[in-house]
């Protein structure tokens, strides 16, 4: 969140992504924060069930989204690993995308179903690249 402060960001996204940001993310933010958070809910007039209801788990079938709340804004994230082979080790670096929204990473993150079980174990939500 550099280049945009919490108000825009906040105003921005649908009552649903504001639900998934409040439930996974609000705790991550100083009290001041936490409390515009809050704020944007009341003033969309989205209370405690309304935000179950538009939380409710369902599966995501666009491979660009994110599987959890179904957005398709992700910050990249950039791990290294160490591969060893019989002559060594090797680093590479691995990429995955964190959901800007509800923090899922599903390259990291425990899977949500047996669907994004499969597609973890095939490494799909995550690209390599030589170091
Ligand atoms: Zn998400």
Known sequence: MKTETLDQ???NLTDKELSFFSKFRQKEFMPASQEKISEELRKRN???SKI???THPQEVEDN???PRCGSNNFQQIKDNEL???KYGGYEVEVNSQK???C???AHKDQALNWKVWFKQFFR????TKLK
């Not at 799909?124 to 690209?127: E, F, I, L, M, T």
């Open 124 to 127: 799909k939500y995550s690209w």
């Open 46 to 48: 989205l209370t405690k």
């Open 103 to 105: 923090s899922y990473n």
């Open 64 to 66: 660009e989204k994110c």
């Open 52 to 54: 179950v209801q538009l």
């Open 9 to 11: 960001f906040l105003q």
């Open 99 to 101: 959901c800007r929204i």
């Open 83 to 85: 591969r060893a082979t």
